[in-house]
């Protein structure tokens, strides 16, 4: 089998090439740059979250709350009970 090169033959297979390579340039600058949105929308979303506790901070402060222990532990481990002594 004798295979012949041709000019033609040399010049297709070279764009292709090069367009091999544009395409995957393409694509990836396309992945990038969805990676880029994703990372400021949950940078976005951390900092309203942040702001929103500021906020609420703010207007709770000097307010005095009694929080709830929910977890289902006994409370007999939880609370401590301090005895006070008169100093002589």
Do not use: C, H, P
């Amino acid at each position: 089998m004798i295979v012949e090169a041709s000019v033609t033959g040399l010049i297709k297979t070279g764009l292709m090439v090069v367009g091999a390579i544009v395409l995957l340039r393409f694509i990836g600058q396309i992945m990038e740059g969805k990676r880029n949105l994703e990372e400021e929308r949950r940078s976005k979303a951390e900092k309203d979250k942040y702001e929103k506790a500021q906020k609420k901070s703010k207007l709770n402060f000097g307010k005095i709350s009694i929080l709830k222990d929910t977890s289902k532990k006994s409370t007999s481990s939880t609370i401590e009970d301090v005895d006070y002594e008169e100093i002589v």
